[in-house]
């Protein structure tokens, strides 16, 4: 692997969601359960984190979480942390901040339902190299129209041409689509609100301080938010 080594040995793996848009497979099975390609959705992504040389993986549950669990506790690699949101499920920015002891500065962050197919490098060691601790509080790693598959919404942010994001504005269309992979600093979580709420409150912090950036993947990513996404994303895996 050419370029710089990989920025961090940990990611955390979102995973504690309610899969509503997954219903009625989520009726008895959390949504990382859901199979797709012949495996769940959670193996997809820790798969990927073991392929590119991550160590360690945090995992949130909260919907269904015994059964998640169980089921990550099979594996060897990489190896898994819960961070148990049974009590009350916090949302992604709250969980992010329940974790945080478990987590370096920086570290990568993934939603537990993402299906990709990697470019030339993977979409960490892709977040890696563009990585620079000294202006950014977060990198989401981007993809455009043409690369994102069974996706029909109008996407998420403008990206200029240092990577510094901005947010689409409302009823106009925005370019790029956040792939749910991020890289994170510990200064995106500081003075975060107590409880429950969302990182888009951090990332809206970032984007006013200049700091939130993007890098555009090299690859194909899917979304899997439905069950009818399922079957034509199991046909464009077989095509590879």
Known sequence: MSGKPLASDTAMVMAAGMGKRMRPLTASQPKPLVRVAGKPLIDHALDR???????????????????????????????VVISDERSELLETGGGLIKARSHLPDPFFCLNADNIWLDGPRDAFHDLSQRWDPDAMDALLLLVPHANAKNFTGP???HMD??????????????????????????????DAPEGKFSTNILWTRAIEEGRLFGAAFTGQW????????????EDALKRG
């Open 222 to 233: 899917f979304e899997v938010g439905t069950p009818q996404a399922i079957a034509p994303t």
């Open 161 to 190: 041409q240092i990577g510094r994001l901005k947010r689409r504005a409302p009823g106009r269309i925005a370019p790029f689509i956040y792939t749910g992979i991020q890289l994170i600093s510990h200064r995106l979580l500081r």
């Open 155 to 157: 996407g998420d942010f």
């Open 49 to 79: 984190l073991a392929d590119a040389g991550i160590a360690r993986a945090i995992v949130n549950v909260h919907y269904l979480a015994d059964a998640l669990e169980a089921h990550v506790a099979e594996r060897d690699a990489p190896q």
